[in-house]
């Protein structure tokens, strides 16, 4: 029997109607159905900085244990991740594809600081949310003139890291010099930036060298030569490659240079740095971390969590990787994000509930460092602790030292 719909219950056409509402709005999101959220991601899985793939493959093992428990409300998680070779004119014509052929809601966790500035207008324009974005440059907390653009990186931003070091390491030596190798990207240039906003007047007097390197460039080793002849007493190592850094550590090592060192957050990795360096030439390095060094013998049972996923997900890839438990971690803040999304998957509101994280603990984070940002301060992560590699692995060595 055919009924009109003045026969049909009211209850029930309003549900109807709410339903038929619902996945219209579903529909006409860019990569949003009612079975899937489509997102998309850039890695450097080959080219110079191939070794911090592995937090893309973190990523990737993640998405598929939460799709295995049934998605996000309902909705599977499908991330399209493409290779840039750590290359801006590739990101930027892998941004294009992802969101003008893939059709992808959003762009997720690229990595780097100069592949994502290359992309940073584009993506501006044409309102797309680039969430959790792999850099610590303090340039993404611009919600005015960057609204869609925020990054998550694992420790604070890179200026305010960098005057973290100057200050503990004038605590230990009120009259040190310092010696900087930077790399010639927005990102080693905010570290230099913040290195002088710390000396402040005393800048010119206390550094005593600073000296830039490409990203590209085979070795470091001339550069380091240099810096050393000035007997500084701190050598702050600011790259973000791992390669550079390794070299780093290990020639200043072969020079009988025995300064204060300190290394940036994102080479703070014992597999992919310290190992390449030698373990003897990396022993008391020092960075800045938020996250909790790994310990194969921890029980802390989200760690214990932690090497369980990487054994049976990433198990070609240790899970001493830093590269590996930052991936975890940002996969899960992704989570939490689209999560407090619920059914409005509108590319606005996935920027607003990343604009309002809320004092989120992650399980790799240290205690006290929480995921907080608003509509005014896209800094997801403001602290962070001093931690020291010794006797084969990272060591915190500080109280909770707070950010601004």
């Known amino acids: ?7 049909v219950p009211a209850f029930f056409l309003t549900a109807l109607l709410s339903l038929a509402a619902a996945t219209t709005a579903s529909a006409q999101q860019p990569g949003i159905s009612d079975t899937e959220i489509k997102f998309g991601n850039i890695m450097p899985y080959s080219g110079p900085a191939s070794a911090l793939s592995v937090t893309g493959k973190a990523f990737a093992a993640y998405f598929d244990l939460v799709n295995e428990k049934g998605g996000v409300n309902g909705r599977k998680l499908n991330m399209v991740s493409l290779d840039d070779g750590f290359s801006p004119p590739k990101t930027v014509e892998a941004t294009r594809r992802l ?17 994502s500035s290359a992309t940073a207008k ?24 960057q609204p869609w653009l925020m990054a998550l990186p694992w420790a604070p931003n890179y200026v305010e890291e960098a005057g973290i070091e100057v200050r503990f390491a004038r605590a230990k030596n009120p009259n040190a010099r310092f010696a900087i190798l930077y790399q010639n990207d927005d990102a080693g240039k905010d570290y230099l930036r913040g290195v002088k906003e710390a000396l402040g007047a005393d800048a010119d007097k206390l550094i005593a060298l600073a000296t830039s390197f490409e990203v590209a460039d ?29 070299q780093a550590i290990r020639k200043a090592y072969e020079t009988g240079w025995r ?15 310290m ?77 607003a509930q990343a604009a309002n994280l809320k004092d989120v603990s992650l399980p790799l984070l240290m205690p006290g460092v929480k995921l907080n940002t608003t509509p005014k ?26 950010g601004s």
């Open 1 to 7: 029997m055919i009924r009109s719909l003045n026969a």
């Open 99 to 115: 969101v003008e052929n893939d059709g992808v809601a959003f762009m997720f966790g690229t990595m780097g600081t100069a592949p």
């Open 122 to 145: 584009y993506l501006n324009g044409a309102k797309v949310p680039h969430l959790f974005l792999i850099s610590s440059a303090s340039k993404w907390n611009d919600p005015v003139n």
């Open 218 to 246: 085979p070795t470091v080793d001339s550069q380091i030569l240099t810096l050393a002849n000035t007997k500084a007493d701190v050598f702050l190592i600011y790259s973000v490659t791992p390669r550079a850094c390794a």
């Open 259 to 273: 300064p204060m060192r300190f290394i940036s957050s994102g080479c703070a990795n014992k597999e992919t740095v």
């Open 275 to 351: 190992v390449p360096a030698g373990l003897e030439a990396a022993s008391g390095i020092m960075s800045v971390g938020s996250l909790k060094p790994y310990a194969a013998d921890s029980t802390d049972p989200d760690m214990v969590a932690y090497r369980e996923f990487m054994k049976a997900r990433v198990p070609n890839v240790d899970p001493a990787n830093f590269a590996a438990g930052y991936g975890y971690m940002v996969a899960q803040a992704l989570v939490v994000v689209l999560e407090q999304c619920k059914n409005n998957l509108s590319r606005e509101n996935i920027m």
């Open 377 to 402: 301060d896209y800094r997801p992560i403001k602290d962070g602790y001093m931690v020291e590699f010794r006797d084969g692995q990272f060591n915190v060595i500080s109280e909770l030292l707070r």
